[in-house]
């Protein structure tokens, strides 16, 4: 599949009003009106030209409700619903109504082997509103790399492996191998990782660990995370950089039971001269204390003090 990176992620949530804080108070998103189709209802933020990238959706539940894998056109569209359909994935076709809340040409449904909802789409809404935020002067990256990552915990690497490579289509960046355990990175563009997920047992169980957003200038994540420890938003994750990306950024705990990190400067890479790298440590070079990290620390030793 011709994947071009996250395009959009989807969030339930009974206190919608808490994300406006987190998203544009905090992390420095910009709120918009959303695609002009749309039926009102959700909260729509802003990172770029696009009519949204994050849409919170007033419901029962504090959740993450969906990701949506960008593609080019009309015809990669139809040839991922395909390969989807033969490799025996439920595929269920957008319809008229749910492009029009997406804001998309075109959009299709379906769930990988843990249930966590994703679709891909084409043909996103431009808003012509130049894009400026309060909290993001310097904006954020986004351009032909997507809005950034999603980490999941899932029970078994090799299911995802074959679902999120053989099916979908994302190619291994590297990965950390930690005995029986393991996390694993993944690209479809530039960007280091667009999806990745760890196989640890951690607190909450399978399910999204965290969405990344990466802001183009560092003073922005500095000033976020100013932000986050006066208004006392819990922070999971200090400000650290990973060894791998080496993504400079920290963690906010949010509301439905994930996370979200702000980074800056993670790599890109060319896809013509990378190796897959394997990683055995800790996965930081500095920083990133917090509850997140000790969680992945215990579940991968219990026994350690
Ligand atoms: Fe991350």
């Avoid at 108070?25 to 209802?41: F, R, S, W």
């Amino acid at each position: 599949m011709e994947l071009r990176g996250l395009g959009y992620v989807g969030i339930g949530s009974r206190e919608p009003e808490a994300w406006r804080h987190l998203g544009v108070d905090i992390m420095g998103l910009m709120p918009g009106d959303g695609p002009p189709t749309a039926e009102p209802g959700p909260l729509w933020f802003r990172m770029d030209e696009r009519c949204w990238r994050v849409a919170v959706h007033p419901g029962e539940a504090d959740a993450f409700m969906y990701a949506g894998w960008e593609l080019p056109n009309r015809g990669a569209f139809e040839a991922g619903v395909d390969e989807l359909q033969r490799c025996g994935v439920k595929v269920r076709r957008g319809s008229e109504a749910l492009r029009a809340t997406r804001g998309v040409a075109d959009v299709a449904q379906f769930d990988d082997p843990f249930d966590n909802h994703h679709e891909i789409f084409y043909g996103a809404m431009i808003d012509e509103t130049p894009f400026a935020a309060p909290h993001a002067g310097g904006g954020f990256v986004t351009d032909g790399v997507g809005m950034g990552h999603a980490l999941y915990v899932v029970p078994s690497s090799s299911d995802a492996l074959d679902f999120f490579v053989r099916i979908m289509g994302f190619r291994v960046t590297d990965e950390f191998a930690w005995g029986p355990f393991g996390a694993v990175f993944l690209h479809a563009t530039p960007r280091h990782h667009s999806i990745a997920w760890i196989d640890l047992p951690l607190p909450g169980g399978p399910g999204l660990n965290h969405v990344m957003i990466e802001a183009a200038s560092l003073a922005d994540v500095g000033r976020a995370y100013d932000r986050a420890i006066d208004a006392k938003v819990p922070i999971v994750n200090s400000l650290g950089q990973h060894s791998n990306d080496p993504m400079l950024s920290f963690y906010v705990g949010a509301p439905g039971g994930f996370n979200v990190e702000l980074g800056w400067n993670g790599l890109m890479i060319d896809e013509r001269t990378w190796n897959v790298r394997t990683y055995t440590g800790r996965g930081e070079l500095w920083g990133h204390r917090g509850d997140f990290m000790d969680s992945i620390a215990e579940a991968k030793d219990p026994a350690a003090p």
